[in-house]
């Protein structure tokens, strides 16, 4: 598997929660956040998976344009 470095901006209290959360884990920060994005795409038991819909280009949600 391929990694790039990448660049973020996050509130600075929730990166040192988040920092120390991987610190306890004894991983580096970038491991935990890749956990935590990828767990976030596993199904979750007794609900159904919401089918994706295509984004079309024009008002959202059926609003009519201005």
């Known amino acids: ?3 790039v470095q990448l ?4 509130e600075a209290r929730l990166v040192k929660v988040l920092k120390g959360l991987a ?3 004894d991983e580096t920060l ?3 956040l890749e956990k935590i994005v990828l767990h976030s795409f596993e199904p ?3 609900r159904r998976a919401r089918p994706v ?3 079309t280009a024009g ?3 059926g609003r009519s344009p201005i």
């Open 1 to 3: 598997m391929e990694r």
């Open 59 to 61: 008002p959202p949600c």
């Open 23 to 25: 610190e306890f884990n």
């Open 44 to 46: 979750v038991p007794g």
């Open 7 to 10: 660049g973020v901006r996050m």
């Open 53 to 55: 819909r295509a984004r």
């Open 30 to 32: 970038g491991e935990l």
